[in-house]
């Protein structure tokens, strides 16, 4: 990467080599801005809006208490930390995904896209979940091979299965229900030792409880940051 740089630099100079940094970041800044606005109407899906906390109806008051309000995860950051994930991986065979607090199932849908072919999503909104259970009965037309699972269940009680290796949260919820669903990963892989990998949005609290135990930091992806835990048998 730094030779990269460093021959670029040489070959065009520094005022060419300015010029031509400053278009690739405007042509990079459109290509997400695109992919970002079109994402919804690409799939003919709904998955932006906005529900306030207050607004979420959970039939859980507590749990609700713990959440975060619905604001969609921003697709072309998840698809492109999907992306490097899938290439540090070598590929993502028959991991599943997970995401924690699925909302309108808009990662869910990403993953797909990515090439997972079993998704789970966790809510416990139930508007948001029949939202997102429409979503993805639309999507799913054009894409057979993804299986997807929408539970209605508190994050805090979710332990994964053998199978789902990858998780996913986008500010879903508070640092105590964070706790838990880490916890309950932790557990997973007593149960089934395994690698997987987490993917948080690097502003959230997440990033301090995993960062203190004995996750792996891979690296940050368009704001989203990546890690790795590993349990042996
Ligand atoms: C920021 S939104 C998630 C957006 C979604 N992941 C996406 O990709 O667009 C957070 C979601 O977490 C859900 N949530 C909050 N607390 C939860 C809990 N304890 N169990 C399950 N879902 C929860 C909320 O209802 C909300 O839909």
Redesign the pocket.
């Known amino acids: 990467m730094r030779n990269q740089i460093l021959n670029k630099l040489r070959k065009y100079g520094p005022r060419e080599f300015v010029v031509r940094g400053y278009q690739r970041f405007r042509r990079l800044a459109g290509q997400r801005d695109r992919y970002n606005s079109n994402f919804d109407k690409r799939y003919n899906i709904d ?1 932006g809006m906005v ?1 306030p906390v207050d607004e ?1 109806a ?1 039939g859980d008051r507590q ?2 208490g ?8 921003p697709p072309y950051a ?1 698809m492109a930390a999907l992306k490097a994930l899938d290439k540090y991986m070598g590929g993502f065979g028959a991991s599943g995904f997970v ?10 849908i ?1 993953a797909a896209e990515a090439g997972f072919q079993n998704i789970i ?5 139930r508007k ?1 979940i029949g939202i997102c259970k429409e979503n993805i009965a639309t999507y799913a037309k054009t894409n057979k091979a993804a299986k997807f699972v929408v539970l209605e ?4 009680t ?1 332990v994964p299965e053998k199978g789902s290796d990858v998780f ?6 508070s640092r105590d ?1 964070y706790k838990k669903a880490i916890a309950n990963i932790a557990l997973s892989l007593e149960k089934n030792p395994r690698t997987v990998y987490l993917l948080d949005s690097a502003w959230s609290n997440m990033d301090i409880e995993v960062r203190d135990s004995k996750y792996e930091y891979i690296g940050q992806m368009e704001g989203i940051n990546l890690y790795k835990l590993s349990a042996t048998a």
């Open positions: 998955t529900v979420l959970f749990a609700q713990h959440a975060k309000e619905h604001n969609p995860s998840v995401d924690f607090g699925c909302g309108a199932g808009r990662a869910m990403i999503g966790i809510e416990l909104s948001l269940q508190d994050a805090a979710y996913f949260f986008y500010v879903p919820f229900v």
